[in-house]
């Protein structure tokens, strides 16, 4: 029997409908998947793109929000959509998946569940997430309101949240537990800036507060007890401090994860166990491009990733590269496009292109020369340039790098 003889039989099974999820069904059909495919995703929704939930879904008032929903047509695609349905674990010895309704079979499974965000102790009404549509849309009429809110977290999610508050004419706190914005990601030297985009916008930044709890209020819906003894008083709260991926389901049933809750996928992102795949914010890949394991949450990741297993799946893996991506993401924050790309450490040496004072400038992390990473606010042709240089571990003369009017591409030794 051929190959596609044999695949024709066989069946895929994408668990997850988001970003990585719809784009595994999409590569594997353009690619000429001959087999069924299932894509089955807990939410009722037609899959739909996240980034907009932070941005334009939220500030769209009273009315209809924008519509985020892929334009994917599967039933042209020929990919069977179950939505609303839950799956709850798998059994590779069966090659099943259990969900809420019942078990589903597969010959290829596909991993793509994402992250869940991380809740505030206590929580309790007023306390908001910002992962789905339903979270959007229980946000929308508290903007619309323009009640007082309160962030919990100076992250990317907060930041755009409060942007998007701000605009809707909300008196917004944020409330940050490290010393500035940002802290995990970026250097104190460059996120340091960043407070001011906060004070510019009118937003109040609490750093080096964390909070201890949520309790009802009586003039308020809820009242923030911070670290520091004080405590907030809020309409909403906004809590925007992390998210881990989405694989409690999968605990006990051998597929391997790691301290972080990602599935350790390899370098063509298979799982520990055969037929077992795994994409997007669920997985973390072995990177030798940065010779450390990743894991990435970011729309771009949850894009290319798929590629690399539709094609193993259809050409094998003498035909698939390892996956190793420079990861690339941007936000929208208090009218500044950001963007980065590449993964920098403390052993990189930061290089400044332009003054953080501006509304424009870049920082570039360069280990012997070579450019590893690249942080670009409101300079998006830094950005695409830098990003092919860290592909290709170009090296960079720093003074022509420092100087914001030479074209980062001209300035390679
Ligand atoms: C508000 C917001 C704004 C963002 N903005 C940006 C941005 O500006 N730039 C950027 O680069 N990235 C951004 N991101 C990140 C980006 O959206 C994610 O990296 C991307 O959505 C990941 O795609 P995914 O398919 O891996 O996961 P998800 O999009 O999370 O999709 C996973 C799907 O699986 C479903 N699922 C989970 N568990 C189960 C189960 N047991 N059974 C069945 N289904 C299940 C979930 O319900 C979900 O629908 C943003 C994310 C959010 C939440």
Redesign the pocket.
Known sequence: MSVRTEQSGQRVLV???????VQTAVRLRERGWPGAITL????PHRPYD??P??KAVLTGGTGTAPDTAFDVDFDALGVELILG????GVRPGDHEVDTDAGPLPYDHLVL????EPVALPGGGAGVHL???LDDAERLRPVLAARRDVVVVGAG??GA?FATAAREAGCRVTVVEAADRPLAGVLPPEVSGHMRRWYEEAGVELLTGRAVTRVRFGSAHPCVLELSDGSSLPAWAVLAGIGARP?TG?LAGSGVALGEDGSVLADERLRASVPDVYA????ASFPSARYGRRLLV??????LTGPRTVASLLTAGEAETPPYDPVPY????QFGRFVQYAGHHDDRDELLWRGDPRGASWSVCWLRDGVLNALLAVGRPRDLTQGRKLIERAAVLDPARAADPSVPLKSAVR
């Open positions: 668990v997850g409908a988001g970003m990585a999820g089955v995703g807990a939410e996240r980034p939930l932070s349905r839950e799956a709850t793509a569940t994402g992250a910002l992962r789905t990317w999610i755009e989405a389901w994409v997007g914010d669920c949450h970011h729309w771009d990741n949850a993401f941007w936000s929208e």
